[in-house]
């Protein structure tokens, strides 16, 4: 089986606990934490992929760092990673998490392009017009690539919506050139 649906499969098997739970906000903080710093501590990275660390030792070491600070379930999950020594997963598994939620609560998220800067009240505002538009929550990640010129390119999964000045000022030579009327 791939590791991507591995760690699909327990993203969907902590999202059921976090739902349980009652806490899929928590859970996803608490697993994104676990992720950044396993990407972050090349000491806990090393200790956890060796393999002559026995997985007790591995699972005693998680239940000492994070006891009673994270709930009871969020840890046993954690434990049954390394039981199943797919603890290697976690940052795959956060970031499939992060979809699973997204999918059920209707969020989307969006790759929005502008030609200058937007300030908080700007990019709120785009994200809420895209959001009537799509018919979901939209979640705006806004980059600045001056060569449109002006104008937005929002892209959302594999759609591409092109309201940038290139793209029109590029339609218009093309229909000059072309002898096409608009």
Do not use: C, W
């Amino acid at each position: 089986m791939r590791a991507d649906t591995i760690a699909r499969n327990y993203a969907e098997a902590l999202l059921s606990l976090a739902t349980k739970a009652d806490n899929r906000d928590g859970f996803g903080a608490m697993i994104r934490d676990v992720a950044h710093a396993m990407e972050n501590t090349e000491t806990l990275r090393r200790f956890l992929e060796s393999p002559r660390v026995s997985a007790a030792e591995k699972q005693a070491l998680l239940t000492k760092a994070f006891g009673d600070r994270v709930p009871r379930l969020f840890l046993r999950f954690l434990q049954k990673l390394v039981a199943n020594r797919r603890q290697m997963l976690i940052p795959e598994i956060a970031v499939e998490y992060s979809n699973l939620v997204d999918e059920a609560e209707g969020r989307l998220h969006a790759d929005v392009t502008v030609a200058s800067p937007l300030d908080e009240a700007a990019a709120t505002e785009l994200g809420a017009t895209l959001s009537r538009k799509v018919g979901k929550t939209i979640v705006p990640h806004v980059s600045v690539d001056p060569a449109i010129m002006g104008g937005v390119v929002v892209k959302v999964g594999d759609t591409v919506m092109d309201g940038s000045v290139r793209r029109r000022l590029a339609l218009l030579a093309h229909r000059i050139r072309s002898g096409t009327h608009a």
